[in-house]
């Protein structure tokens, strides 16, 4: 299965209007500025004064979200660096190009999961992987919603739920969620393999005679039913949620863009959601930073920068934007006052790593035809709206 396929458009609705472009977008860090890129979503440049080394990075959409550590990162090993943000397969297929995609060609990649680097390296082009902070994939429920449902309690405390609970919920009509797509982005795919892992038992890897039981299907098909919403990027569907709060009140995504829409939710004084971690199996970003080995006069500069990337200051800043950089899910910066306003219990963030009972993914091989039968089997259809234009300028030859 190539990464064109596995990147085809997967499922909520897809409207189609021609194509209008053009429209920029904000960084908030003080030196970056932003384009808009019909091919890539965003691009942010960090510009460092009198830096002599630059490189370019492909990188998920989520990492939107820590654009303080990397302005500071930058600025530390005096490295200009442009992130073109894109789902997590689309950097998977630049691997499979060795860096290149788009028209672009990248030193580096920084998805959300490290199984896409692993899918992606084909050609054996990466060098120095590491990981730059952890999040887990949870459901964001509206606290109403999650009361409703018997989840979680007034105080904002949750309560354990199953991904059989979950999937009782959507199968009687009491929930609807939205998500990303699986064969588009990681946390939608990574979403999707917890629940083929939960369901199937949640003690070992998937096997190929697991994907090809019926029962299983039925069940993961019943799970993604619920899907009402979808999208390409993780990011967007958080800011999806936070500019429609009263149309959407669940998501599946990760725990730090869960935390950044409560926080853009209560500047607004709406309700917030609350983290939602599935007692029987969960998926782990952990947000590898790698170098792509296409050209010997960029390895320096990566390595400066991934030196401060993964420094004591950038993990704070991290943490501080809703993610983990402790060891097995741990916050190292717990005490610290802007940690402690991002993992808020009003909001069911749980802080103790304990409660993630991290899935144990399968090889590459069984990863593609599951996304493969989510894509053919699995994903709720799409419905696409053809806009024809019947306007003068489009008579006769156009």
Not at 12 to 32: E, K, M, P, Q, R
């Amino acid at each position: 299965m190539n990464a064109r396929k596995l990147g085809a458009a997967a499922g909520g609705i897809a409207l189609i209007v021609g194509l209008f472009t053009g429209c920029g977008s904000t960084n908030s860090a003080s030196n970056a500025t932003s384009d808009g890129d019909s091919n890539s979503g965003t691009t942010a440049t960090y510009s460092v004064d009198g830096a002599k080394d630059s490189i370019r990075i492909a990188s998920g959409s989520e990492n939107k979200e820590v654009s303080g550590a990397i302005e500071q990162a930058a600025k530390q090993s005096k490295v200009s660096v442009t992130v073109d943000y894109m789902g997590s397969l689309d950097v998977m297929d630049a691997l499979r190009n060795k860096g290149h995609h788009a028209g672009r060609d990248y030193d580096a990649v920084w998805p959300a999961s490290s199984m896409w680097i692993t899918m992606g390296d084909i050609k054996h082009v990466v060098k120095d992987q590491v990981s730059t902070s952890t999040t887990p994939v949870v459901f964001g429920v509206k606290q109403s919603k999650a009361e409703e449902l018997g989840w979680a309690n007034t105080d904002g405390t949750t309560k354990l739920v199953s991904t059989k609970d979950i999937m009782d919920a959507v199968k009687a009509k009491k929930l609807s969620f939205a998500m990303t797509s699986a064969t588009q982005s990681n946390s939608g795919a990574s979403a999707y393999m917890a629940f083929l892992t939960a369901l199937n038992g949640g003690k070992s890897a998937l096997t190929k005679d697991d994907l090809n039981d019926a029962s299983l299907r039925k069940s993961v098909k019943t799970v993604l039913s619920g899907v009402n919403r979808s999208s390409g990027s993780s990011d967007w569907l958080k800011d999806m949620v936070v500019n429609d709060p009263d149309t959407n009140d669940s998501m599946v995504n990760y725990e730090s863009l869960v935390i950044q829409a409560d926080k853009a939710l209560t500047a607004k004084n709406k309700e917030p959601l609350l983290a939602v971690y599935p007692s029987d199996g969960i998926a782990i970003s952990d947000s590898p930073l790698a170098y792509v080995d296409r050209r010997q006069d960029k390895e320096d500069a990566f390595k400066r920068f991934s030196k401060s990337i993964t420094s004591k200051d950038s993990k704070k800043l991290f943490e501080q934007a809703g993610r983990r950089t402790g060891s097995d899910g741990t916050l190292a910066y717990a005490k610290d006052a802007k940690v402690k306003d991002s993992f808020r219990k009003e909001w069911g963030v749980k802080s103790d790593s304990s409660v993630l009972k991290t899935i144990t993914m399968p090889s590459s091989d069984i990863i593609e035809q599951a996304l493969d039968q989510y894509q053919t089997v699995l994903r709720k259809p799409a419905y696409t709206l053809w806009v024809v234009d019947y306007s003068g300028s489009m008579s006769g030859k156009g």
